[in-house]
């Protein structure tokens, strides 16, 4: 069966060829949208300004004000690098345990991003869910 690109990261397939594929225009365009969300600005050769950079938000303070500029940035990149990907609404989840075990301790310091876009001129409402860890 024919694909649109590689599914990352890379995974061998019998079925696909040599590696899965993606076989939507959501799956590729969803992958694409992680990636500049996960890429910092730099690494990506001849274009310095690709990029969210997630990471460098790793050890920020858990604040609003933190969401808000790495909202910002997503929305940001999305408009410049994906034009045919509206983002509606992104949300900030951080796990909430009353436990005291340190195994849910160290979980109540997750937060994940979930992103809700849509792909022009389609309506349907996308979901995708980034762990930070």
Known sequence: ??????????????????????????????????MIILTNPGEKLMDQNFGVGLRKFLF????????????SKIQEQAGRYLPQVIVQNIKFNQSDSGDTDLDAMMDSNLVSITIQ?????????????????
Not at 9 to 33: H, R
Not at 119 to 126: A, C, D, G, L
Request: hydrophobic residues 35%; proline residues 6%.
């Open 60 to 71: 920020e303070q858990n604040t609003s004000d933190v969401y808000a500029r790495i909202s």
């Open 1 to 34: 069966m024919a694909g649109i690109s590689p599914k990352l990261p890379l995974i061998t397939s019998n079925k696909d060829g040599v590696y899965s594929l993606t076989k939507s225009a959501t799956e590729a365009l969803s992958l694409d949208l992680k």
């Open 117 to 133: 876009f849509s792909i022009r001129p389609s309506v349907k409402t996308n979901t995708l869910v980034i762990p930070i860890s």
